[in-house]
């Protein structure tokens, strides 16, 4: 069997972190019942656009 290898571009990796991201039970409940803080950052911004 071949190993099979992807790259991804920065914008795409941080882009795959948040869709991870906002799939954590915790984050769900956050969502929902709690106040979520989004502080500045790429990454952030990225879980921040996935939330809405």
Known sequence: MQTKQYTLTTAA????????IVHIPEIQEAL???TI????????????????
């Open 13 to 20: 990796g941080k882009r795959l972190i948040a869709k991870a």
């Open 32 to 34: 929902h019942h709690r």
């Open 37 to 52: 803080v989004i502080v500045s950052g790429t990454t952030n911004g990225y879980v921040a656009e996935e939330m809405l």
